[in-house]
């Protein structure tokens, strides 16, 4: 009977390493680096990101970085896929949810400026204080007044959940704690929106409907709906909007993982916006707090998108290598 050879060992598969340097490193020295890919992130700083074969080879890379007089951040090994199709898929879905996080930055940004011409230019709403008028008005443009809840509140308040969660994704591991709460306020703060816009058109068809026989009866229903309407779409000061825009770009900015100076805006947003809920500040900080935060929201939705661009070719192609 022959003899069989015993079995040899398999090699363990070489571990994925994350090396993070200050500053922005050229993509010329990938070769040098043993071929890591090299991802340049908007707060000023390089991520290596590949297989090392071992320690002795992870500290030469190491030497590499000192050699560059670069500093060194941080280093963190990360679990190797190898060809599991569900892992891989689940690292290019989180890659999925800062893209939709980043579109829907820009959808909020683009719908404060429509809401914006809706509720000055076409209705000019703001000029209008008799409740009387308000709801002749209401009575003349139905579909107007409806399309601009839709727009500001309902939509508005779901597609904000949709870039909470987003930056929870993104900022969870540097701050969890903190993420939590802000993502907490963040929903909460969508979902009074989406209340108030929807308490808002509910009660557009029956008041419509009363002010055929009583119209003095029709504009104190339609006030004590603009009532609740306002309570829960913030109208007596943006402290939920403030507060949450005030923690992430605070955790953001401890977690390099944004650009800083749209951190920085997002802490003087955000510190407008809790302010304004004290009595006398409220209609002037208002009103700063929703032109500065459409600021907020379009570079923050450049900043998802951008990064997702350039990491997500290079994730998958670490993933399934």
Excluded: C
């Excluded at 055929?212 to 006030?223: F, Y």
């Amino acid at each position: 009977m022959a003899n069989k050879s015993p079995p040899q060992p398999v090699s363990p598969p070489p571990a994925i390493y994350q090396i993070r340097i200050q500053g922005h490193l050229g993509s010329q020295w990938a070769d040098w680096f043993d071929g890591l890919s090299i991802t340049l992130e908007e707060n000023g700083e390089t991520l290596l990101t590949g297989p090392v074969t071992d320690q002795a080879a992870l500290h030469g890379l190491i030497k590499k970085v000192r050699d560059l007089g670069m500093p060194l951040l941080a280093i963190n090994r990360v679990p190797f896929y190898g060809s599991d199709p569900r892992l891989v898929n689940k690292e290019i879905n989180m890659s999925t949810l800062q893209k939709y996080g980043g579109f829907a930055a820009l959808y909020l940004a683009l719908a404060y400026l429509a809401g914006m011409a809706l509720f000055l230019v076409v209705l000019d709403y703001p000029s209008i204080t008799d409740p009387a008028q308000k709801v002749a008005l209401l009575v003349e443009q139905p579909a107007v007044i409806f399309a601009t809840n839709l727009l500001m509140y309902v939509f508005f308040g779901v597609f904000l959940a949709i870039l909470w969660l987003a930056l929870y994704d993104r900022l969870k591991a540097a701050a969890p704690a903190m993420m939590r709460v802000v993502t907490a306020l963040g929903l909460i703060w969508a979902g009074s929106l989406i209340a108030s816009g929807m308490v808002a058109n509910a009660g557009i068809e029956p008041v419509v409907a009363q002010y055929a026989h009583d119209p003095a009866q029709a504009a104190l229903t339609w006030q004590g709906i603009e009532i609740v309407a306002s309570g829960l779409g913030n109208g007596n000061g943006e402290i939920l909007g403030g507060l949450a825009t005030l923690l992430v770009s605070l955790a953001a900015l401890r977690a390099g993982r944004l650009p800083k100076g749209l951190n920085i805006l997002g802490l003087l947003v955000g510190a407008v916006g809790s302010l304004s809920i004290l009595p006398g500040l409220t209609g002037g900080l208002t009103g700063v707090f929703g032109l500065s935060q459409m600021v907020w929201f379009a570079w923050l939705g450049m900043a998802l998108l951008r990064s997702n661009l350039a990491q997500t070719a290079q994730k998958t192609a670490t993933l399934v290598s």
